[in-house]
Nanobody, 125 residues
Framework: QVQLVESGGGLVQAGDSLRLSCAASGRTFRSYAMGWFRQAPGKEREFVAGISWSGGTTHYADAVKGRFAISRDDVKNTVYLQMNSLKPEDTAVYYC??????????????????WGQGTQVTVSS
């Protein structure tokens, strides 16, 4: 089992950058694929970015390709989401997620095993 705690959200202006962090508990962090999702008011939770357990493969939603970057530090048991050139439409609660399968993380939001509590990102125009 793994517990996830996000941090780094806040209020920024369009064009700014922000880095989210997700700290994971447990000694099995390296066995999990990790992902970031977001949910805006009135909308469903959507996939943003994912990274395989090895860190060798990353996936991004089309809306964030070229602007966001996911990475992981297995020594610190932490996954990051670097967000650049932020837009008002990026405003949402951002959630960290973990699952043994990168396929689940990237394509099956309903089956993801572990979630963090979320961190609010607000981008003003």
């Amino acid at each position: 089992q793994v517990q996830l705690v996000e941090s780094g959200g806040g209020l920024v202006q369009a064009g700014d950058s922000l880095r989210l962090s997700c700290a994971a508990s447990g000694r099995t962090f390296r066995s999990y694929a990790m992902g970031w999702f977001r949910q805006a008011p009135g909308k469903e939770r959507e996939f943003v970015a994912g990274i395989s357990w090895s860190g060798g493969t990353t996936h991004y939603a089309d809306a964030v390709k070229g602007r966001f970057a996911i990475s992981r530090d297995d020594v610190k048991n932490t996954v990051y989401l670097q967000m650049n050139s932020l837009k008002p439409e990026d405003t949402a609660v951002y959630y960290c997620a973990a699952d043994h399968s990168i396929v689940v993380v990237t394509t099956m939001v309903q089956k993801v095993n572990y979630w963090g509590q979320g961190t609010q990102v607000t981008v003003s125009s």
